[in-house]
Each structure stands twice: as structure tokens, then as C-alpha cells.
């Protein structure tokens, strides 16, 4: 039996991939969003009927909006399409399980949306969670 073949991801364009400004990305991302929307937005886990616990980079104190902040490469590759895509259903399975809240997925950029939208158009799970630019 082959193998699988293992490639690192090649980070060297890629503006996400210094783990410093990774980590300050989304949160940036979700201050600017909380910003524009006028709401405060707190990094927290949701904890689901199951009892498994669900990260979100912002929910607000209701639980009503909650929101996942994924930075990408201004041409988002394979992998950035991946954590988008990971991210849409992360956020459908809160949407279902939180039928009222509204379930918000920051991207940086329209070419990293239309990108997403490309490869989730006939996703059920793309009906329940607003893809947005972050402001």
C-alpha cells in the first residue's frame, strides 16, 4: 500500500501565515465587525444540546449573532478554502442548533467570498450563515 503524500503548504505569500499577526487576525477582524455593527462581540464556546462545546470568535451576551473570522491570502489557496469551508459548516451546526441567532462568517476580502461561494453554492449549509467582508 502507498503512502500518502504529505506537502507543507506553501506559506511564503501568504500574509496569515506568521503565527503572531494569525492570531491577531480574527480578533481584529471581529473588533472591526463588532465595530460597524455596533454590538460587543467576545471570543467564547458554545456549548451544543450534545454537550460538546463549540468555539466562536464572537458571539454577543445573548448568543444572538455569533461569528467565525477566518484571514486568508489575498488569492485564497487550497487550504484557505478548506478552513472556509470548515468554518460555513462550524457556524450551519450552530445556526441549527440556535435557529434565532444569526451566524456570521468574516472574510477579508470579495475574492476570498466569491472564492467560498464558488465552492459551497449547492451546500445546504451555506443557506444558514451570511458571508461578509469585514468592514
Known amino acids: 500500500m502507498p503512502s500518502p503524500l504529505l506537502l507543507a503548504p506553501d506559506t511564503s505569500v501568504d500574509p496569515a ?3 503572531q499577526r494569525a492570531s491577531r487576525a480574527p ?5 472591526r465587525y463588532a465595530v460597524a455593527m455596533g454590538i460587543s462581540l467576545a471570543p467564547t464556546s458554545v456549548t451544543l444540546d450534545s454537550g460538546a462545546r463549540v468555539m466562536v470568535d464572537g458571539a454577543d451576551e445573548g448568543g444572538s449573532v455569533l461569528v467565525k473570522a477566518v484571514p486568508t491570502a ?3 489557496g487550497h487550504l484557505d478554502l478548506v478552513r472556509l469551508t470548515q468554518a460555513v459548516f462550524t457556524l450551519a451546526l450552530l445556526r441549527h442548533e440556535r435557529p434565532a441567532a444569526r451566524a456570521v462568517l468574516l472574510v477579508v476580502d470579495d475574492t476570498a467570498r466569491r472564492a467560498l461561494a464558488e465552492r459551497i453554492a449547492r451546500t445546504p449549509a451555506a443557506e444558514h450563515v451570511d458571508v461578509v467582508v469585514c468592514p
Request: hydrophobic share 25%; net charge neutral.
Open 17 to 19: 501565515a506568521d503565527p
Open 27 to 31: 480578533r481584529s477582524m471581529v473588533h
Open 74 to 76: 489575498s488569492t485564497p
